[in-house]
């Protein structure tokens, strides 16, 4: 009676996992979003920030730049995270992109890229009476989603896939918005 108990609950526990680092994605990118909003309303004639950097500050900073906000975290607002290049927060599983179209200021767009750092791996669920028996199934890597974010404030979700280059404008403008995904999902 314990073992078919400790199967069930092990499987669970795992998508629970799952879906608990799935989350980060979409919290981190909202953050980022409502960072750059108010990066943008401190920093009228700048614009949006350009990218990650800009939105960090040096160590205890205590006044705000337009070079270096003090919004988010040095980790998360790395010197890496400029063009292509990615950061990844301390607080997540994910890693974090931002970009503008604008070369000069002040930057009237931005975009977000936001990608799962590895790839999980849960049980491949089958059927009830395979885990009942404890039969086991081959495990399978699962990457959580990617997401991204722009300008209009509508986090978008992307595939189940570890991304290798961060979203162009175009590729996040056409995903499908978090809040469509929602309402389809037990579809």
Known sequence: ??????AI????LQRGQLSRCEADGPWGLRMLI????????????VGYAPNLSVLGG?????????????????????????GEGW?????????????????????EDFWISAS??????????GDFWRRFLLLRAPAKAVAA???????????????ERILSRPFSKAECLALRSVWAHDRTAGD
């Not at 609950?9 to 669970?12: A, F, G, H, R, S």
């Not at 040096?58 to 730049?65: A, F, L, N, Q, V």
């Open 116 to 125: 799962p750092t590895k790839a999980s791996f849960v049980a491949n669920d």
């Open 34 to 45: 409502t960072n750059e909003i108010a990066y943008s309303t401190a920093f009228l004639d």
């Open 87 to 107: 950061c990844s927060s301390n607080y997540n599983s994910y890693r974090y992109n931002i970009q503008t179209s604008s070369s000069r200021v002040p930057h």
């Open 1 to 6: 009676m314990a073992l078919p108990l400790a």
């Open 58 to 82: 040096e160590p205890g900073c205590s006044e705000s730049s337009p070079e270096r906000a003090c919004l988010v975290d040095n980790a998360l607002a790395c010197s890496e995270g400029v």
């Open 9 to 12: 609950i092990l499987t669970n």
């Open 145 to 159: 989603r990617s997401y991204c974010g722009a300008d209009d404030g509508d986090p978008r979700v992307g595939a």
